[in-house]
């Protein structure tokens, strides 16, 4: 157990509506990033946030957003859905400055399926 | 861009030596990760190499040469519960940030 938690564990939307993910960062930590694993692939970058700001974003339309909150909580938000948005969003938390040891702790994640 | 290549899949004995191999093209690079993940569960951390050379934890080690772009995880005494499938990524920094990004992941069978 890593201390990240997140909701839901599932959710089922249709194409076109708006999803929001939740993630609690473990203690201490005050950067949580956001990945995106598709079934049978790796984790994708979605983006980082620190101090409440956006400090880096992989290859993901607008339409992926999200905000850190002062307790360092994070949400993912999704607009106008597509299918391909169908996997496992996993939200990972770390100390800014510790990348030293090269580690993340990764919540269980939300699988979200877009019908 | 990143780019992560690893063997899709390994299948090995109980009790056998396993190596799975990362190769990486990467602008930015600070070190190689290596996570773990079980069906349906979280990735969990296993190693990291910011240097060149090996570093070992327990079963496991990994193994790094930055002027190959090459990595690799070695499992030894494997054991049922090694079945999973195992990431290689990339740290890189920029401007004091790191952010991570991972390969396609190697799926391990462990056979009896």
């Known amino acids: 157990e890593t201390g990240v938690t997140q909701s839901p564990t599932h959710l089922i939307k249709t194409r076109g509506q708006q999803v929001t993910l939740r993630c609690s960062s473990q203690?201490?930590?005050?950067?949580v990033s956001w990945y995106q694993q598709a079934l049978g692939q790796g984790p994708q970058f979605i983006f980082q946030?620190?101090?409440?700001?956006?400090?880096g974003r992989g290859n993901f339309p607008p339409r992926f957003s999200g905000l850190q909150f002062p307790n360092y909580s994070s949400e993912l938000n999704v607009n106008a859905l597509e299918l391909d948005d169908s996997a496992l969003y996993l939200c990972?938390?770390?100390?800014f400055g510790s990348g030293l040891t090269g580690e993340l702790f990764f919540g269980e994640g939300s699988r979200l399926t877009v019908l | 861009g990143q780019s992560l290549e690893q063997p899709s899949e390994v299948t090995a004995v109980e009790g056998a030596i396993v190596q799975i191999n990362c190769t990486y093209q990467?602008?930015?690079?600070?070190?190689l990760s290596w996570y773990q993940q079980h069906d349906g569960g979280a990735p969990t951390f296993l190693s990291y190499?910011?240097?060149?050379g090996l570093e070992e934890t327990g079963r496991f080690s990994s193994f790094l040469s930055r002027s190959d772009s090459y990595g690799y995880l070695l499992l030894q005494e494997l054991q049922m519960k090694d079945s999973a499938s195992y990431f290689c990524?990339?740290?890189?920094?920029?401007?004091?940030?790191?952010?991570?990004?991972f390969g396609s992941g190697t799926k391990l069978n462990v056979k009896p």
């Open positions: 990972a938390s770390s100390l």
């Open positions: 203690s201490g930590h005050n950067t």
């Open positions: 946030y620190y101090r409440e700001e956006e400090n």
């Open positions: 990467t602008s930015g690079f600070y070190g």
């Open positions: 190499n910011a240097l060149d």
């Open positions: 990524a990339v740290r890189v920094a920029v401007y004091n940030f790191n952010k991570f990004y």
